[in-house]
């Protein structure tokens, strides 16, 4: 099924008759501006919003979704999207908190642009009379000069104001400091909310809460130049067991392409979210119903050991980002692994995706399962391993061994073999 059958399919216009309760419930807004003008603008007719998307990686990920998927919302409530791929601004890349960035070429930039914007489309609906559109701000700062920024733009900024934004204060005072380059991406930012504000009269930009002071850039700038107001909503982070946000920068991102993080190790990141995050992340992240998730929160507290929760949240964001198909091959590669299913119904790809998240070892047909047993570190060594196999618990593909001078057979697709001690203690095989 296609992404955007998915969203259709698990979208449902009713629960969106006030977008700002929606968000509110499903735990969507960390920050606004004035709260009861923004529920009022967004309740009252069709606005225009935007989110912007840098091109630093060549793919979008999981802090990446939450926008999109918020973007999809506001667009089912009736509301028109901008998705802003940061042709100009991923060329500088916004202020870290504790580096700088490394600089990307003009061309690893534009192929970059390029991918992201496939990536967000598919989100989007880009039919109908709130129909989606895609940006690039390259297209009004490419012909810009030094001079015309600094007089049209710069000249509205003040530098004490932006010294006190936190990623720049967090910079400058760690030993990194910070470049005039990374300094001025506010102002571009911000100069990105009044072209949108004066081509599509965009009067809404979302983003993360982390990403406040850009935001803010952008509705100062659009007041002083236009006498306007506009209007910002701030997302909460969405951060792992030890309270760090997912994404690039932290080295633990979550990425939406597959080859980059594969359904299979896609699926598996939602099935393992602890309890305690579990409906939350439902809320955020599926279209599910206020019944179905509620549903949900009273089987995760009456039997959490079934991990219904996980076990949906992982099927329905799977489903969204890659496939159906997708989502029930790691499913039946979560159950074969462990016994429950064929393994040589496996296909290649999924397979291997499964096992490189195990330890692992190579070998070829012939070889000592013993001596594998160690090299995985399934055990600690050679006579540990004979001892679990006398034992019976053992297994190559799902075949329990029964000889302690054991070889390895043909492997599955002449590449891989699962190797098992007991029920759930696991590792992968691949040919040498």
């Known amino acids: 099924m296609a992404v955007q059958s998915v969203l259709d399919a698990q979208s449902n216009d009713s629960s969106f008759k006030d977008i700002w309760d929606e968000l509110s419930w499903r735990g969507l807004i960390a920050i606004s501006t004035d709260a009861d003008q923004l529920r009022a603008a967004l309740n009252q007719g069709q606005l225009t919003y935007y989110c912007g998307f840098d091109p630093t990686a060549p793919s979008l990920h999981l802090g990446n979704l939450v926008q999109l998927l918020v973007m999809r919302r506001l667009q089912l409530a009736g509301h028109k999207p901008i998705?802003?791929?940061?042709?100009?601004?991923?060329?500088?890349?916004?202020?870290?908190?504790?580096?700088?960035?490394?600089?990307?070429?003009?061309?690893?930039?534009?192929?970059?642009?390029?991918?992201?914007?496939?990536?967000?489309?598919?989100?989007?609906?880009?039919?109908?009379?709130?129909?989606?559109?895609?940006?690039?701000?390259?297209?009004?700062?490419s012909s810009?000069?030094?001079?015309?920024?600094?007089?049209?733009?710069?000249?509205?900024?003040?530098?004490?104001?932006?010294?006190?934004?936190?990623?720049?204060?967090?910079?400058?005072?760690?030993?990194?400091?910070?470049?005039?380059?990374?300094?001025?991406?506010?102002?571009?930012?911000?100069?990105?909310?009044?072209?949108?504000?004066?081509?599509?009269?965009?009067?809404?930009?979302?983003?993360?809460?982390?990403?406040?002071?850009?935001?803010?850039s952008g509705t100062d700038l659009i007041h002083k130049v236009e006498g306007k107001s506009a209007h910002i909503l701030a997302t909460p982070l969405i951060t792992d067991s030890e309270g760090k946000k997912f994404g690039k920068s932290e080295g633990n991102a979550i990425w939406l392409d597959a080859e980059f993080t594969s359904p299979y190790a896609f699926y598996q990141f939602w099935l393992n979210v602890e309890d305690s995050n579990a409906i939350n992340l439902l809320k955020v992240f599926t279209f599910l119903s206020r019944d179905e998730i509620s549903n949900l929160e009273a089987q995760l507290a009456a039997e959490p050991h079934l991990r219904a929760a996980q076990k949906r949240l992982a099927l329905e964001v799977t489903t969204l980002v890659h496939s159906a198909e997708a989502a029930n091959a790691a499913i039946a590669a979560s159950a074969a692994l462990f016994g429950q299913g064929d393994i040589e119904g496996i296909d290649a790809l999924t397979l291997s995706a499964a096992l490189k998240e195990l330890p692992n070892a190579t070998a070829k047909a012939g070889d000592s399962i013993v001596q594998l047993l160690v090299d995985t570190g399934l055990v600690a060594s050679l006579s540990a391993g004979r001892r679990a196999i006398a034992e019976g618990g053992v297994y190559v593909n799902n075949q329990k061994v029964v000889d302690e001078d054991g070889v390895l057979g043909e492997l599955i697709h002449g590449q891989f073999a699962v190797l098992r001690r007991g029920k759930k203690t696991l590792a992968g095989i691949f040919a040498n």
Request: charged content about 20%.
């Open 83 to 141: 998705a802003l791929i940061g042709g100009a601004t991923g060329l500088i890349g916004d202020p870290k908190p504790t580096s700088e960035r490394t600089l990307n070429t003009k061309e690893t930039v534009a192929a970059w642009v390029e991918k992201l914007g496939a990536q967000a489309k598919r989100f989007l609906s880009f039919e109908g009379a709130n129909a989606a559109s895609l940006a690039n701000n390259l297209d009004w700062t």
């Open 144 to 216: 810009m000069s030094a001079i015309d920024f600094l007089r049209d733009v710069g000249k509205h900024y003040r530098v004490g104001k932006m010294l006190s934004k936190d990623a720049v204060s967090a910079r400058l005072n760690s030993d990194a400091g910070i470049s005039f380059t990374e300094f001025s991406y506010q102002i571009l930012q911000g100069m990105d909310f009044l072209e949108l504000y004066r081509r599509n009269n965009c009067l809404l930009q979302i983003g993360g809460s982390d990403q406040w002071g850009n935001l803010t």
